[in-house]
């Protein structure tokens, strides 16, 4: 036994539950990290109920107990989020919890300063850091560039406070759910959020947050991932105080109900990318009895209120770099993994691929079907309509209980995963939530610590180094100033052949903070050609040669010089030059939703148009343009002249043809007489069977 019983228990309560209380089965977080530098990662778990628990790392899997020593007993009150960071400078690993104040939860949030002597002191008002509100996560990072770390404050709404509109709510800052950024002066915690461009309106449903320089400019961007209609957000980093959000130009759809999130380069092409989970779930009895998606109508809605493209299931964005996402969830296979919390990106087998973890399951699934038909029932509605008592708790019984196994994707290399929960030993079923990893035994790979509803936590000591025998590197930094952790600095090492990149970014995945040391799987490799750190003040140092199986300390203040990063956005090989070309014309898409008529339809047949078509239609050398039109919407022949601009050409014909959708042209000399003949094939959903729009023209 490892000593470890904590456990996170959630009794079903009359005043307290997921009826009235939407995130009642998010479950707690896991912060790993050494706590008194003896060199061993130390945890701590938080509990929604009951009381947190430190762990001392005692070595060889065994854990002591010390919290009511520590001094980190808390204040009574429900608690969600945990990381450990040095807050003040000096050197020692400091303890941040988030906590919810709502219906009879008084939680609030604790900043634990560490005394450097195994107890903490709450310094929470001390540091500016007090917050009773909605509180999921917090990270801390230095957004600012002057050294010290800041802090990204992710908070949740709840139903009662979701406003219903039909537009976003972004402008008008929610006192409690709405997410803040602090600034860091001189240790005391400025709150600067609208002045540095973060929203914080009433529909942030913030379950998920990461800092991570995915633009590769220097400065630590954010991703948030918020649950319901809600865009999650990508804040650029401006590189002068301010973030700009981009989610729009950045990434051509999201996750819907986005929860936890991780942040890191699992292809090796030094550009980090992002895994965000949702709820889709894998198994086809749970699929079909879960009401999960929307319909097409509600979407599109949404759209056209100005929120962004989202789909209930994982994404994984693949960073092209230039500051673009390629969205390849289904092609990598970790679209669906059921009601998920953390996505942990780590190379949990060495070999040189970051692997991707999931926990998963929700105590009671309230989306499931015969359920919400059941509590649709007039009685039970009228039941409900005072207030919950301990009688009508019997509600809850009929919320069905899944237990999940969780996911472990082994990454194959190729953009694509394969899940080896089984065979690895982490497949065993329960409710599982927040996750950390950490090399508790300094063995050289990577253990896995699970924060659980109603069942103890568990902690998966890995054995990949006895089993494959892979090498691996650990790099722990030593920053200077007052971000001593170095958080923020990135890793790049080459050997083999290959390249690999490691950001310091602690806080990831799902209410839950890793140890903050570097892990490097080198596969077969037994040295390392190069290594090279860039810090936050982008002083960097090269290494060469480097033996592995070993932990390498990195000190900033043997960093020199000033990295440069090159500018994302090569130069562009075309210009666009369509305003100087007079093409007056736009094509106008018709509304029709081809779902209304054929709602197993994979995807819309009604848009795939506009046709074009090229060809020199008058026999002077230059190419003319025919461009297609939709349904009621006339196609035109766009004659070019001498100065390379654009003339309408002759439009009684094709105004005549307006019905049809035209989905593809061409020019060809249909009757041999040399001169350019157009054929207009006819398409759309919009009609049907032997309709006369359907037919093609010539």
Request: glycine fraction near 10%; charged fraction near 20%; proline fraction near 4%.
């Amino acid at each position: 036994a490892t000593g470890v019983t904590f456990a996170n228990e959630l009794p079903e309560r009359a005043d307290l539950n997921i009826l009235n209380y939407l995130y009642y089965y998010d479950g707690g977080g896991v912060a790993a990290g050494d706590i008194d530098g003896d060199g061993l990662p130390d945890l701590y778990f938080t509990s929604n109920l009951g009381p947190d628990r430190l762990y001392l790392n005692r070595g060889n899997y065994r854990f002591e107990d010390i919290t009511r020593q520590a001094g980190v007993t808390g204040p009574p009150g429900w608690t969600s989020g945990v990381t450990m960071a040095d807050v003040n400078g000096d050197g020692r690993l400091d303890i941040y919890v988030s906590a919810v104040s709502y219906l009879t939860m008084r939680g609030r949030n604790v900043l634990y300063i560490n005394n450097g002597d195994r107890t903490f002191a709450d310094r929470t008002a001390q540091y500016g850091l007090e917050h009773a509100g909605y509180s999921t996560q917090a990270t801390f990072f230095d957004y600012d560039g002057d050294g010290d770390l800041d802090m990204y404050l992710l908070n949740h709404s709840t139903h009662s406070d979701r406003g219903v509109s039909s537009k976003p709510q972004r402008e008008v800052r929610h006192p409690t759910a709405g997410d803040r950024l602090f600034r860091n002066d001189d240790n005391r915690f400025i709150d600067v959020s609208a002045k540095a461009g973060i929203s914080g309106g009433v529909e942030g449903y913030g379950l998920g947050v990461v800092a991570s320089d995915v633009n590769l400019d220097g400065c630590p961007d954010l991703f948030v991932a918020n649950d319901f209609q809600e865009n999650d957000f990508l804040y650029l980093n401006n590189c002068d105080g301010t973030f700009t959000e981009s989610i729009a130009g950045a990434m051509g759809h999201t996750s819907r109900f986005s929860m936890g999130v991780d942040a890191a380069d699992f292809n090796n092409d030094g550009r980090p990318d992002l895994a965000v989970l949702d709820m889709l779930p894998e198994r086809e009895q749970i699929l079909k009895t879960s009401a999960n998606a929307e319909s097409f109508n509600v979407f599109d809605l949404k759209v056209k209120a100005g929120y962004h493209p989202q789909y209930a299931r994982n994404t994984l964005q693949l960073n092209r770099g230039a500051g673009r996402f390629s969205e390849i969830g289904y092609l990598a296979g970790v679209y669906a993994t059921d009601w998920s919390w953390s996505a942990l990106f780590a190379d949990l087998d060495n070999d040189g691929n970051k692997d991707l973890f999931v926990t998963n399951g929700i105590y009671r699934r309230p989306n499931d079907l015969d359920y919400l038909n059941y509590i649709a029932n007039d009685a039970v509605q009228a039941s409900l309509a005072d207030s919950i008592t301990e009688e009508n708790l019997t509600l809850l019984g009929k919320m069905p209980q899944v237990p999940l196994a969780k996911y472990a994707y082994r990454n194959n290399g190729d953009f694509t995963f394969t899940n080896m929960a089984e065979p690895w030993g982490l497949a065993q079923p329960g409710f599982s939530n927040g996750a950390a990893y950490a090399d508790l035994n300094n063995s050289g790979s990577l253990d896995l610590v699970v924060n659980n509803v109603n069942a103890p936590a568990s902690i998966y000591r890995n054995r990949a180094r006895q089993i494959t025998g892979n090498s691996y590197l650990t790099v722990a930094l030593r920053g200077s100033g007052a971000n001593t952790w170095g958080i923020g600095a990135k890793v790049t090492i080459w050997h083999g052949g290959r390249m690999q990149l490691a950001e310091q970014v602690p806080t990831r995945g799902f209410q839950s903070s890793v140890d903050p040391r570097l892990h490097f799987g080198l596969g077969t490799s037994k040295r390392i050609d190069s290594l090279r750190v860039v810090w936050p003040d982008h002083r960097h140092q090269l290494m060469t040669n480097v033996a592995a199986d070993r932990t390498l300390t990195l000190s900033q203040e043997e960093a020199s010089g000033k990295y440069v990063y090159a500018k994302q956005l090569p130069a562009a090989l075309f210009e666009d030059v369509s305003s100087r070309m007079a093409i007056d014309f736009k094509h106008a898409e018709n509304a029709f939703f081809d779902y209304n008529r054929e709602p197993l339809m994979p995807h819309m047949l009604s848009t795939e148009g506009p046709a074009l078509a090229i060809g020199d239609v008058n026999g002077d050398g230059l190419d003319d343009i025919y461009a297609g039109g939709a349904k009621w919407q006339a196609g035109r022949l766009l004659i070019q002249t001498r100065d390379g601009r654009f003339r309408p050409g002759s439009e009684a014909v094709f105004r005549a043809d307006s019905l049809p959708e035209d989905v593809d042209a061409t020019f060809f000399d249909a009757n041999g007489d040399r001169h350019p003949d157009l054929y207009v094939v006819s398409g759309g959903n919009e009609f049907w069977g032997n309709a006369e729009a359907l037919r093609d023209r010539l």
